[in-house]
């Protein structure tokens, strides 16, 4: 455990690791080692994204105000829960690769291309600008690495990866459209 996860995680006075952080055991697809543990690497970094986007979109769920609230919320909580189907479904494909995800805030972040907000509550534009960059981010990373495994001989890592691009260019474009409306409160004013 490194000085930064002290007090933060918790290790387990009893049992037995059945494997360790940042290892590539066995996989029951029949992947090849290196090539699960590439895909893995890659898929580390989605994971952690969308974990960091559900995150994003939740908080803005939570905080959402203004004339828009009820249309803004109700989008919101939609898409952290789409968000939330596609971290679930990552880690479970790292698992089956013979990995592990992120799963700890500490590798987490380490691994996030999509970044936090401070916690502070910001007006709702800024919020979503900060949302759409989350999107933006994460639909990039999704898009190279469905080239990354199919080049890897993975099919259904890309199909997997490729049945939530759709989701998330959609949601990327609410996202857009609430942005092109003037009454979306700014700084605390419509």
Do not use: C
């Amino acid at each position: 455990m490194t000085r930064e996860q002290i007090g933060l995680v918790r290790e387990p006075e009893t049992g037995v690791v059945r494997q360790q952080w940042d290892t590539v055991g066995e996989n029951r697809l029949r992947i090849d080692p290196d090539t699960a543990e590439a895909v893995i690497d890659a898929l580390r970094v989605d994971h952690a994204g969308s974990f960091n986007l559900f995150y994003l979109l939740r908080k803005h769920y939570w905080t959402a105000e203004g004339a828009e609230h009820d249309d803004v919320a109700d989008f919101l909580e939609g898409a952290y829960r789409r968000t939330r189907e596609l971290n679930d479904d990552i880690a479970t494909r790292i698992v089956e690769l013979g990995g592990i995800p992120p799963n700890t805030p500490p590798t987490i972040q380490e691994h996030a291309a999509v970044h936090l907000e401070a916690e502070g509550l910001y007006d709702l534009r800024a919020s979503l600008e900060g949302d759409l960059d989350g999107y933006a981010t994460l639909v990039a990373s999704l898009r190279e690495h469905v080239g990354l495994v199919e080049s890897l001989g993975d099919p259904g890592t890309a199909e997997l990866l490729r049945g939530h691009l759709e989701d998330l260019e959609d949601d990327a474009h609410s996202v857009e459209q609430f942005l092109e409306d003037d009454t979306l409160v700014r700084g605390g004013r419509p």
